[in-house]
């Protein structure tokens, strides 16, 4: 069994063949799905689908790259949403430094405010980490986000900031990166996050894992993460898909 706990399957890209890209995930022993929120536009089609769908949870939040989205109407949306038992966490909410630099602090502060609306709710965070890594850290550690749980979305930083993670309580989850050949630091921090800290996740539509990198990704390959974490550890594919999935049901409650 396997768990995708971050899966934009949402989006337009899957309209036409939802039921058939989820009967695929099932098929590749994909038990359960997270959908990430990224604007207030998109929470009412997430809540839809976790109604409609035993399967599909979700969560709502203000992505960075959304940030003009964040307004006082987007926080009561959320703090709505979050009143949902299928609506899981806080996310996706984070610092993207890749994206644009110019609006750091405006970004730092809906971050920080996000992560109160979860620790006020008792929901977790889901974590967008681009070129920010200290920044991010930080501002996890000051409002203590750690009290809810806290999912390190797409890790891209170092072993050792990896290492820094698990120290705090923070979780790694993992997509298809590990699975490219030129993925040296994710494989080794593949290799070193102790299990009980690692999640699984394909990011979909994004991040397709090798054999199909280059094609659109879909929740059922995040089977290949899991072959590629088992391999680089040396444990059994059962250990990793057990562990992972054992650690997203308590972590998110699903
Ligand atoms: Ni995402």
Excluded at 46 to 59: F, H, M, P, R, S
Excluded at 151 to 161: A, D, K, T, W
Excluded at 204 to 223: D, I, L
Aim: net charge negative; proline share 4%; with cysteine.
């Amino acid at each position: 069994m396997l768990i995708d706990t971050h899966s934009h399957i949402d989006m337009d890209n899957y309209k036409d063949r939802f039921d058939e890209v989820i009967a695929e995930a099932k098929d590749f022993g994909v038990e359960k799905i997270v959908i990430p929120g990224v604007a207030p536009s998109g929470f009412k089609r997430i809540v839809e689908l976790c109604e409609k769908y035993e399967n599909i949870y979700g969560a709502v939040g203000v992505h960075p790259e959304d940030l003009a989205a964040f307004d006082a109407d987007a926080e009561s949306l959320i703090r709505e949403y979050l009143k949902h038992p299928k609506i899981v966490a806080v996310g996706e909410i984070g610092l993207d430094y890749y994206w644009d630099k110019s609006q750091i602090e405006r970004q730092k502060e809906i971050f920080e405010k996000q992560i109160l609306i979860a620790k006020e709710i008792g929901k977790p965070v889901l974590v967008h980490d681009r070129e920010a890594h200290f920044d991010t850290f930080e501002i996890l550690k000051k409002t203590k986000a750690s009290d809810v749980g806290v999912v390190m979305h797409c890790f891209s930083g170092s072993p050792e900031f990896a290492m820094e993670c698990v120290r705090e309580g923070f979780y790694i989850a993992l997509g298809g990166v590990v699975t490219f050949k030129n993925a040296k630091k994710v494989k080794e921090v593949a290799k070193i996050v102790p299990l009980e800290r690692l999640l699984l996740e394909t990011d979909a539509p994004y991040m397709t894992p090798v054999p199909y990198r280059g094609k659109e990704n879909q929740p059922a390959y995040v089977k290949f993460v899991a072959e590629e974490i088992a391999n680089l550890r040396g444990v059994s594919f059962d250990e990793v898909a057990n562990a992972t999935c054992e650690n997203a049901k308590k972590l998110l409650a699903l």
